[in-house]
């Protein structure tokens, strides 16, 4: 099986681009982040006709998830359960799902099981700035998250994925943005301590050991992409039963050239499940 995960920044803009690359890497399960449209607005008819169905989780022009799949989709879900909301509900909109404070759930989350392998496309709170709400807002949203993983560990059988837009560069090589000093968001120390405690609890970070250098997004402005002034902040975070399985891993920096591309690039691996044909080697185990 042949999974990935893309922050599109925005699927209606991007859809062409983003089926092509599927279709051309030949992947079986792309988790997406930003799609920026509700789900009645989600550009479907290509993917179908491609060959893929889609589960979309999206509330407005902002944020959004979805996962698409060549291969069945159960237990959908689009949240965890610790997870947190953010604002206030408006009360001239839809009525919103909140959480125990009251605070509306942003589309951040969905997962899904396919052919036995639990996958979440995730996108984390930017956090905008270490003074600003959001920031605290981040901070609770990865710690309840954690909480939940670690409680879905307990199964060490269950190959999980958590893949998508971390907002959160874990180490110095990571960030080659100058505008983030320190007193950034993205590099902070609660930040980083909130991803590495993942890492902590068993999950493990399943590119890294194959492509221990590159970015996966360029912001769009001061000539970031061709100075390569960029972060590493898309991940693929699998449990030790999903590691196991992997066989390769790429980024895909090409992604970010061409006409209208996304700020962010795709990140890939391949597994070797129980019946597949593939005869490469484990990289972890």
């Known amino acids: 099986m042949r999974i990935a995960t893309w922050n ?17 890497e030949d992947v079986d399960v792309l988790a997406m982040q930003e799609i920026k449209c509700r789900d009645d607005q989600f550009p479907h008819d290509p993917f179908t006709e491609a060959g893929y169905e889609v589960v979309t989780h999206g509330l407005n022009q ?16 689009t949240s965890f359960a610790g997870m947190p909301g953010f604002g206030k509900a ?25 052919d036995g392998v639990r996958v979440w496309s995730l996108y984390v709170p930017n956090g905008r700035g270490v003074d600003d709400p959001h920031y605290e807002y981040k901070l609770q949203w990865l710690n309840a998250l954690r909480e939940d993983t670690q409680a879905w560990l307990a199964d060490e059988t269950l190959p999980l994925a958590l893949m998508g837009d971390w ?6 090589s990571d960030m080659g943005d100058p505008s983030f000093g320190p007193g950034s968001t993205h590099i902070s120390g609660p930040e980083r301590d909130a991803f590495h405690a993942f890492e902590a609890i068993g999950m493990v970070d399943v590119v890294r050991p194959i492509v221990p250098e590159g970015y996966t997004f360029w912001d769009y402005k001061q000539l970031r992409f061709p100075r390569n002034e960029g972060m590493r902040i898309d991940f693929i975070m699998g449990s030790p039963a999903f590691a196991e399985l992997v066989t390769d891993a790429s980024i895909h920096r090409n992604e970010r050239k061409g006409d209208s591309p996304s700020d962010h690039v795709p990140v890939l691996v391949d597994l070797a499940l129980e019946g597949e044909d593939e005869d490469r080697p484990m990289i972890f185990g």
């Open 167 to 172: 907002n959160v560069a874990p180490s110095d």
């Open 90 to 114: 408006n009360a001239t909109k839809t009525t919103p799902v909140l959480d125990p404070d009251g605070n509306p759930l942003e589309a951040r989350a969905i997962g899904a099981t396919v």
């Open 62 to 77: 902002w944020n959004g998830v979805a996962i698409a799949s060549r291969l069945p989709m159960d237990d959908i879900a």
């Open 8 to 24: 599109v920044n925005s699927i209606r803009t991007r859809v062409g681009r983003v089926v092509d690359w599927m279709v051309r």
